[in-house]
């Protein structure tokens, strides 16, 4: 790790200098960061309990070990659905416990921490919010494991000083979800930086993610992205699943079908084991 | 305004075609988005009574109308000085009494706005927080300016509907301060984007601000850039100064001395005066 | 200038190090790099003979001392209108010369240069030519003064390094020129940097050109950043002119009408005047 | 593919919809675009006799189809070691052919394409050149290979129409390189985009190739590259290898030893196979 990562008295706690081997936690029975490529799956937002139950029942019997939903969602605009908030937060613990399945929601506002870690087995820390340094050191104090994802136009050492944040609260559960980089390439949303993965894995210790649904924005590719990001070093996958994409309330155009999904995991399968991994 | 940016039953609070005059409202005795291009100076952070009472008196005798003054400093690693807090608010507040120069502070943290609102005359959203949607909303209940920074890699668009945010709530005191885009150019710090200062004049009725200190984080480009953006038609300028910019413990790199500043100040007046404007 | 814009065995032939007084050369009798802001108008191509003549007439009568033509235009498609060719460079030439205007005109390939250099008395290499190394060594050998525009994502030491071929080849007549540069911004084509132009200036001696057209592609913009450009020290000016813009072969969204170029130059006049300068 | 992808009196050449095979052809006995992920390995720069022979002979063993090695080329200043020219092409075909590999270097200028074409079994386009329309016009004429490097800042749609100018011209043997776009990551040299390789194939029916050297420039990177690369879809691989990477002459951090040549294809193989291609 290059000097500018050093702190004036030691390494980083990120840092695989401080901390060789690579960082491993449970959340449930699931164990991030070992063998196993994770693989989280869900609607952009929790809609309804009958849409959130169907899409959990088909993403877990393709695979998927984890159900993701946001319930208090950031809009670019005030007036796009918000999202259900603390409803939609019960509604996806309720189907979370039913089919066996941690649970992963997005928090927004440091208030509603409490709320969160009433409901939610994960917390993540959105794009927008990655250097949200408020929010940052309050989740330093919490004992949940939280998935922060990488600013829309962060630097690798940014992204890993933000992580520092938590870590130096006391909170050593973090996972670092790259979501794709802010370019001026029309046809997709983000540019998907797969050598961030492989950077980062090299530079830390922490579990890496990545969410190819948000970085593409375009839904034939996210199987491919999700195969290069395994082939990358990815430890965990999170992808967007919604029984009916064009009726979805957000992000409907990168959304897989359950069948896209199934597809998807059949095609993921070789690769992780060609890494000497698996997917479940 | 392009159709991206009406809402369904109208238009966007914050544009141009909603309201066609130019918004405009005191600070204590300044009028911000009139005739006047006013100035605001002070160091990136508040240090000491001593340093900010010298800067204070120099850059008010060069012409600066409001003091700024950072006391919560968004800073990118834990490790780094992350400014003096309330301490910090409480000189700045008194200094500001003193010389009679409203003040202008950073918030960072939305369980802060009552202690900011305590002691500053207006509250500034930095770049990293321009989509902390929970902190907009909150700043759009209380009866203060704010500035709102443009986000490091943010469209105009998401600029906008960020300041639509602190609208839509019911304050209507909003300054958009353009302070620099991420780039790739390693020279300057970020790409100062004066094309987005005319645009949002012509898209938005709010009073536009620039920041070349932070925009090119480098002291020979201060003034250029300051004169620069008010020929683009910026509303105010605000300008990181500090009396020993080597020893400063945050930015020292992109503050003009005092004697800088003042120097600033006289090339800006006849580019004020020939944009039909007056400095003060 | 920072060290790795040094060579080994000295300074760089561009360096305000290796020569501090800004260089100066005549194009007729139209002085470059002087206190007179030069400004050169016309149309993105030569489309007809009437056409040129028109807008030529009302460009200088408004105070335009330079006139503008692609003869040879560079298109993303190769489906697209690709400019008239040795026909357009001769009919530049003729008006200019009727008019008593100095012509510039792109080259786009080495094999054109002489053909160039027989009717255009400024050659102009684009964007996408920045680093045509081959392009650049065969200008170097020319006696002509040529317009060396920024590439579309180039750092200002890459663009300085190509004039830098230019110059090592013998010729020291380069003109820099801003035109934006690429970024996620979908409201403009390119983000016009001007502490590009602030900085150039500062790092070396050659003079510095800036084409608000282009950088914006929003006909608005261009006097506001005509007016920061000069306010920022830019040399001279390059604009596009039609009568019909509407009807142009190319780049109509960003043209002036020659009402909007003369309206223009009313306005840049007093801030010219507030840098010490003229428009001529 | 989208409307703007369409030219008025049908479909553009490279698209998949005017022709839905996806392009093969063979370069002496290897064939690109089919079941086999073509690797194109060595130097940067053709150096010297014996270290290309100790080069092609080691990436041949370890699995390499072809040899690259650039004899002009394109570097950032005049200053630089600019290539061997005609005496390094030499080189380069004679120990191709007596390797039995076939041989692929730069085109920088127009000029120079039946050199290259005597000696070089596939040209090469820098990304530097990628909008040299004049270069591409003339390679179109040319029954030879053409690998069209990504521009710096290219868009997706830039990079298929300076394609199709290729096209255009009559010649359909072009492999579409990705190696990186500009950002503002300082870690790695350029932002590898792998969306970029997977929505290529869905538009384009053209071979895609991804250097993964260039994209990162650093060293470590380059096998989780490939690996991803290969996942995402790639036809063909070009790896940058030199026998004492800290003595090159050029992007010597970048280059692999032919023992980390060997190791990469070692974890090349299982991927390739998990995608139902091979190596060779």
Redesign the interface.
């Known amino acids: 790790m290059k000097n500018l990562l050093a702190?004036?008295d030691g390494e980083l706690l990120v840092s695989r200098i401080y901390q060789s081997e690579s960082t491993q936690f449970e959340v449930k029975s699931c164990l991030i960061g070992g063998e196993q490529v994770m693989v989280i799956a869900g609607p952009c937002a929790v809609e309804s309990e009958e849409l959130l139950k169907e899409t959990a029942f088909k993403v877990r019997a393709a695979g998927a070990a984890m159900l993701r939903g946001g319930a208090f969602k950031?809009?670019?605009?005030?007036?796009s659905f918000q999202g259900l908030g603390e409803k939609g937060l019960k509604l996806l613990a309720r189907v979370g416990e039913d089919m066996n399945m941690p649970v992963i929601s997005e928090i927004?506002?440091?208030?509603d921490i409490g709320l969160l870690a009433d409901y939610a087995d994960i917390l993540q820390v959105g794009a927008?919010?990655m250097?949200?340094?408020?929010l940052l050191?309050k989740l330093g104090q919490l004992n949940k494991p939280v998935v922060l994802k990488r600013?829309?136009?962060?630097?690798?050492?940014?992204w890993l000083?933000a992580a520092?944040?938590i870590l130096?609260g006391g909170n050593s559960q973090v996972i670092l979800c790259e979501r794709g980089?802010?370019?001026?390439?029309?046809?997709?949303r983000n540019?998907?930086?797969?050598?961030?993965?492989?950077?980062v894995k090299?530079l830390s210790h922490l579990p890496v993610m990545v969410d190819p649904s948000h970085?593409?924005g375009?839904r034939?590719?996210v199987s491919?992205?999700a195969?290069?990001?395994?082939?990358?070093?990815a430890d965990a996958l999170m992808v967007e699943v919604h029984p009916q994409p064009e009726k979805a309330l957000s992000d409907g155009d990168q959304s897989l079908t359950p069948r896209g999904f199934s597809t998807m995991m059949r095609e993921l399968e070789?690769?992780a084991?060609?890494?000497g991994r698996r997917l479940r």
């Open positions: 702190k004036k950031p809009r670019t605009s005030p007036y927004m506002d440091s208030e927008r919010n250097q949200n340094f408020a050191r600013g829309m136009s962060a630097s690798i050492e940014e000083l520092e944040y130096a980089v802010r370019s001026s390439e029309p046809w997709t540019t998907l930086d797969l050598s961030a993965v492989a950077l090299e970085a593409t375009v034939s590719l491919p992205m195969r290069a990001a395994i082939a990358a070093g070789p690769v084991r060609a890494l």
